[in-house]
Nanobody, 121 residues
Framework: QVQLVESGGGSVQAGGSLTLSCLEF????????MAWFRQAPGKQREKVAS????????YYPESVKGRFTISRDKAKNTLYLQMNDLKPEDTATYTC??????????????WGKGTLVTISS
């Protein structure tokens, strides 16, 4: 059974940085997609980064491009999201997700419970 457990959320001032971690349990796929999503109160969930774990290719929407970096350390079974130059509009609950060996344009099959990020101005 796959479990994803996020950590690293917290409160920082605008312009600051945070690194989120997602520890993977039981995720043994050598291909597939892993991603970070966020959801702010009253807003729809948004994908902020994804990585094709076979090809290594990444995706970022314009809202975070150049500020967020997704990476994975397979040896540590951990997915990361490095977030720099944080803005108040980045405030949200961040959740990591993965799918069962498919490309990133397919949906996610496994979800963590999320970690809260709060950015103050």
């Amino acid at each position: 059974q796959v479990q994803l457990v996020e950590s690293g959320g917290g409160s920082v001032q605008a312009g600051g940085s945070l690194t989120l971690s997602c520890l993977e349990f039981g995720y043994t796929y050598t291909s597939g997609c892993m991603a970070w999503f966020r959801q702010a109160p009253g807003k729809q969930r948004e994908k902020v980064a994804s990585i094709d774990i076979g090809a290594g290719s990444t995706y970022y929407p314009e809202s975070v491009k150049g500020r967020f970096t997704i990476s994975r350390d397979k040896a540590k079974n951990t997915l990361y999201l490095q977030m720099n130059d944080l803005k108040p509009e980045d405030t949200a609950t961040y959740t990591c997700a993965a799918n069962a060996g498919r490309k990133c344009y397919y949906g996610m099959d496994y979800w963590g419970k999320g970690t809260l990020v709060t950015i103050s101005s």
